[in-house]
């Protein structure tokens, strides 16, 4: 009897420290963002530069509200302030139009050093080696590559960027399916001329008559946060490329991302 006791009381002193545990890195950052955070995304995160004071403010606290709620694991790599910052910065971008958002179909983001082998999920997500939004097993579990993270900021004049193009797959998945149509954020007039200029787009990018990355050829859900990433990371650049294409994704994220300091 008394080993049972023993045993049980072991069991929830275990559970105890484990829950803590997890608890603790979930916390890891503090209420406010500190001088170094700050000086991160200023250095790294175009985006949060191009916003004024304001709106500066609003982003602070609302990737703050997603770090202290979303756990970051690093898998035989560390998780740097850099990459928390990075991964948060990914994650209010694509939904700094949507006032009230927040993720609800994930709760833990696991960092890999670089790219990562396709048995390792073979659900999901088809770009797999980059990054994953999961499903099944993984389930409000998103991978992303601690190399691809980086580079994604890193390279300024690029039009890609990893962890955009996942949380943006999230955003998709809102409604039920990643299909390239975020249904439940749309109004329902841009549904269809959505659906179509998708079409027609995926068609140039097949005869090579695109600049747009061809991964985007593949299916509307990969057209879609493709895209996006482009959105994001080229405005101006795609503005003036694909008119059509930028109109409507003001209409689908609500805002209007531009660069006014650093040019084309
Ligand atoms: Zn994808």
Do not use: C
């Not at 955070?37 to 916003?51: I, K, P, Q, W």
């Amino acid at each position: 009897m008394l080993y049972i006791l023993f045993a049980i009381a072991l069991i929830i002193l275990l559970l105890y420290v484990v829950f803590l545990k997890r608890k603790n890195n979930i916390n890891q950052i503090l209420p406010s963002l500190d001088d170094e955070s700050r000086a991160l995304l200023r250095e790294h995160v175009v985006f949060y530069t191009e916003l004024d004071d304001a709106q500066k403010a609003i982003f602070e606290t609302r990737m703050l509200h997603f770090l202290n709620t979303t756990r970051i694991t690093g898998v035989n790599t560390v998780v740097e302030q850099l990459d928390r910052i990075l991964i948060g910065a990914s994650a209010i971008i694509p939904i700094f139009g949507f006032a009230d958002w927040e993720y609800m179909n994930l709760n833990e983001v696991l960092l890999y050093p670089d790219s990562f082998s396709h048995d390792f999920a073979q659900q999901g997500d088809e770009r797999t080696i980059l990054g994953i939004v999961g499903d099944g097993p993984y389930q409000n579990i998103m991978i992303l590559s601690k190399h691809e993270l980086r580079q994604g900021f890193l390279n300024k004049t690029g039009k890609n960027n990893t962890a955009i193009h996942e949380f943006v797959h999230l955003v998709d998945k809102t409604d039920g399916a990643v299909d390239g149509l975020p249904e439940s954020l749309m109004a329902k007039q841009y549904v269809l001329p959505w659906l179509n200029l998708m079409q027609k787009k995926m068609q140039e990018i097949v005869s090579n008559e695109s600049d747009i990355n061809p991964y985007g050829a593949t299916k509307q859900a990969e057209f879609f946060a493709v895209v996006s990433e482009y959105f994001f990371e080229q405005p101006d650049l795609l503005q003036e490329k694909h008119p059509d294409l930028y109109m409507l994704l003001t209409k689908i994220f609500k805002q209007q991302p531009q660069r006014k300091e650093t040019g084309k």
